[in-house]
């Protein structure tokens, strides 16, 4: 293995987070989508109903993307810190710029 193995399981891990938190990110927001398109055409009752049933499927699909998100997060934040106390001979801002990247994207959500 190479010299900087944590430096390189932090990034890889922290661009899964980053995926993940992406995947989560599109059913929220085809979730919302949904939502919006039911009560905007001022649908019937029954189709509003269904609207609001799909799209708590859609969250409910997407809920899983997140707690993996934060749980590799988690992961990086761990292998970056073994990193620093390593002292590995790498550019030890690249994966905390992705994890802190990934705490933006979460932001964006709130």
């Known amino acids: 293995m190479t010299k900087a193995k944590f430096f390189t399981l932090s990034c890889m891990v922290a661009i899964l987070a980053i995926g993940s938190q992406a995947v989560w990110m599109r059913h929220v927001s085809r979730s919302v989508s949904v ?9 019937p009752e029954p189709e509003q109903a269904r609207a609001r049933a799909e799209s708590s499927q859609l969250l409910e699909r997407g809920q899983p993307f997140w707690y993996v998100g934060i749980c590799l997060a988690g992961v990086s934040l761990v292998l ?31």
């Open 35 to 43: 939502r919006v398109r039911a009560t905007s055409v001022r649908a």
């Open 80 to 110: 970056w810190l073994l990193c620093l106390s390593r002292r590995e001979p790498v550019w030890r801002s690249i994966p905390f710029a992705l994890l802190v990247f990934y705490a933006l994207l979460c932001m964006i959500m709130i």
